[in-house]
């Protein structure tokens, strides 16, 4: 019986590759130069695709995949991928939600942290031997009875948000609309929320209706005492009136697992001393990804058999 043919867009790691190549006959889209004309000639009978949030899906390949059926994503955000014009198409498409929900919340934590307590200018004062030197480093701020904004309450948000209570942190939130599930404090407005806070942190999701809503605005309210925390998506913020509000103290400090034009993040802000840069790791960890790896199989696997992927997105 011949197998079941599906493309991959770009590596996942070895085990998914290996568990693909065992079950499917897989067409590596990665790997071709010309990836409209390798679909066109090659994209017949293929009925799986897999891609992940970083790598997304390009509707205009959809034209040379007239028996696709179901799209398996690596990763909860799906700002890179149309699933409108998937489910015109009668296509189900499947993220993976929940198994990185406490991973990108410590992430969330690790950077707020990082950022209060000078975590990467204290390392450099010991490895270029200022210590040593008996010089002064600058006192930091601490966390306990800061007030903690949150922006998108979901289960991210929630897994941040219990967190930052085991630290003593005041918990406001602003979301598309209020959780009666939740005891923390609803700021209708982003901007009320951004006044009250003392540290900001991005958990919504990205896409069009999220698009640069950490506006000059929302940023100067944070104030020149505040710290953007952003584990969500670059496009979130505006980023040029970020390096303005940084750049002329109208923010206090940033740390920032995610940019408008990943892989890059602005030169500008490499010499600043206020910010924390990571290159979108927040659900990098061995054991997230095997989680992530293996519900990606889990989805194509359960929808070949039976119709449906596990967690499908119905947006
Ligand atoms: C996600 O799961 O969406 C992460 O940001 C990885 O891209």
Redesign the pocket.
């Known amino acids: 019986m011949s197998r079941i043919r599906i493309l991959q867009v770009c590596r996942i790691d070895r085990h998914v590759d290996e568990q693909l190549d065992q079950a499917y006959e897989v067409l590596r889209l990665w790997e071709q130069g010309d990836k409209p004309g390798y679909i066109e000639q090659h994209g017949k009978a293929v009925r799986g695709m897999v891609t992940?949030?970083?790598d997304g899906v390009d509707v205009a390949w959809l034209e040379g995949l007239p028996d696709l059926q179901v799209v398996s994503s690596?990763?909860?955000?799906?700002?890179t991928i149309d699933v409108p014009a998937l489910h015109a198409r009668n296509i189900q498409f499947g993220?993976?939600p929940d198994v990185?929900n406490d991973c990108?919340a410590d992430m969330a934590l690790a950077l707020l942290l990082a950022s209060s307590r000078k975590l990467l200018p204290a390392d450099r004062f010991v490895r270029d031997g200022s210590w040593g030197r008996r010089q002064s480093f600058p006192l930091a701020g601490s966390v306990a009875g800061k007030n903690l904004g949150i922006v998108g309450l979901g289960k991210i948000g929630q897994a941040v948000a219990r967190r930052a209570e085991g630290f003593g942190m005041q918990i406001r939130y602003h979301n598309r609309s209020r959780n009666d599930q939740v005891a923390y404090g609803y700021e209708p407005t982003l901007v009320g929320l951004a006044e009250w806070a003392d540290f900001l942190v991005l958990t919504c999701p990205?896409g069009a209706a999220t698009h640069h809503m950490v506006s000059r605005d929302i940023l100067e309210a944070l104030g020149g005492d505040g710290t953007l925390v952003n584990?969500?998506?670059g496009s979130v913020v505006d980023e040029r009136a970020l390096l303005d509000a940084l750049s002329h103290g109208k923010l206090g400090a940033a740390a920032l697992?995610?940019f408008e034009d990943e892989p890059n993040a602005p030169a500008e802000l490499f010499a600043m001393d206020n910010v924390v840069l990571c290159p979108?790791v927040?659900?990098?960890t061995v054991e997230t990804r095997r989680k992530?790896g293996q519900l990606v199989l889990d989805n194509l696997g359960h929808f070949f058999k039976h119709g449906r992927v596990l967690t499908p997105v119905d947006g």
């Open positions: 992940t949030a970083r690596l990763g909860v955000g799906y700002d993220n993976t990185l990108v990205g584990v969500s998506r697992d995610v979108h927040g659900s990098a992530m």
